[in-house]
């Protein structure tokens, strides 16, 4: 069994390496959200060639059989590229692993070198459970130890010298009797809220919600690696805004204007009811094409995040995806007011123009480790 364990570690550590190598092209290309299952990914890897030894037919010639000469061909140099008849089998199938979320977390953490995030204040829920720990003779027939309490009347029963081998029954008595006992273990428990905003205007189009559905698995990976618990709430915004299921945040697209104070304004007010700063590790990540319906309701934003949003969260996200027809705008707005990219500012913006940036933006998103 120590020889199977130690060849399964090192098949895994094969995979790890198959998908570090890999990692930003599965990132950018997002074929691994459609594998995703309850715990796990199935993650396709590049064929992985087991060495292995092969016979040829004893009159084939070739190396160690018959005179040889410097210069002889090793294989049989009449076979042509291209020539042969064609095959009845099937071809090479790509090869799926399954690797756990956790495990993958791992892979992108090493990889982008994130460091670990340190919750912010007392932000922790104490929770309480029960641990069984130890054995006891008193307690109630649920939780009686049948094999302990065998093991006790074995024993007694061979002291006494009334153990028969050739008919062994044996009888527990109350003073044989075993349970389990148990203590409550309490334990902090960090609890965290991603609050994931999203512009879905007629500027914002399929390929833009797609680059923050990308984004977003990845950051909820990570997050959920770092968190106990961990919630998820979704909030679609035109010029007016609505809380929504996942499903419909990816898939929902409007052709009205853009006011994005609204989806603020929407997670204030979730925040106030639901996760009290003082017990919630806060996440708020807003994506964006940067059009916003007037100057006015931008000065509105900033006054919102300054009065609400960011003093709450332990960091506010703003990714702007590019798009033909946003102005990109917002952006700017933002760093204009808060000094983004200091050590003392928990504002991150995130320019992302396509795919291949999705990497770069998640660096810069978790990167800060806060």
Not at 39 to 59: C, G, H, M, T, Y
Not at 351 to 359: H, L, S, T, W
Request: charged share 30%; net charge negative.
């Amino acid at each position: 069994m120590s020889r199977i364990k130690q060849d399964h570690s090192r098949f895994r550590q094969i995979v790890r390496g198959k998908i570090r190598g890999n990692l930003k092209q599965y990132i950018s290309q997002g074929e691994l959200i459609g594998k995703q299952g309850k715990d796990k990914v199935s993650i396709p890897l590049p064929q992985i060639e087991l060495p292995r030894f092969k016979f040829n037919a004893q009159d084939g010639g070739g190396v160690g059989q018959g005179e040889g000469q410097e210069g002889d061909s090793l294989g049989d140099g009449d076979q042509q590229p291209g020539q042969g008849e064609a095959g009845e089998g099937e071809g090479e199938k790509a090869l799926e692993v399954d690797v756990t979320l956790d495990e993958l977390a791992q892979i992108l953490g090493e990889e982008l070198q994130l460091p670990r995030i340190e919750p912010r204040g007392q932000k922790e829920v104490v929770t309480e459970r029960d641990r069984y720990t130890g054995i006891r003779p008193v307690g109630p027939n649920s939780l009686r130890h049948f094999k302990r309490t065998f093991r006790e009347a074995l024993k007694r029963t061979i002291a006494i010298g009334e153990y028969n081998p050739k008919n062994p029954v044996v009888l527990p008595i109350k003073e044989d009797m075993r349970y389990r006992s148990w203590t409550t273990v309490k334990s902090p428990q960090s609890n965290a809220v991603v609050i994931y905003m999203m512009d879905v205007s007629g500027s914002m189009g399929d390929e833009q919600k797609e680059i923050v559905r990308i984004e977003s698995f990845w950051i909820n990976a990570w997050l959920k690696s770092q968190y106990e618990g961990i919630q998820t709430r979704y909030i679609i915004h035109d010029a007016t805004a609505r809380e929504v299921d996942e499903h419909t945040f990816f898939h929902t697209r409007e052709s009205g204007g853009t006011m994005i104070s609204s989806a603020y304004k929407l997670a204030n007010r979730i925040i106030e009811d639901d996760y009290p700063a003082a017990d919630w590790n806060i996440y708020p990540f807003h994506f964006s094409d940067g059009d916003n319906w007037s100057v006015d309701d931008t000065r509105t934003c900033i006054r919102l995040l300054k009065e609400g949003l960011v003093p709450v969260a332990n960091q506010f996200s703003y990714g702007q995806v590019e798009s033909p027809y946003g102005s990109g705008q917002f952006i700017k707005d933002l760093r204009e007011h808060f000094e983004v990219g200091s050590e003392d500012c928990n504002v991150v913006c995130s320019e992302i123009k396509d795919k291949d940036a999705i990497v770069k933006s998640i660096k810069e998103f978790l990167g800060a480790g806060r």
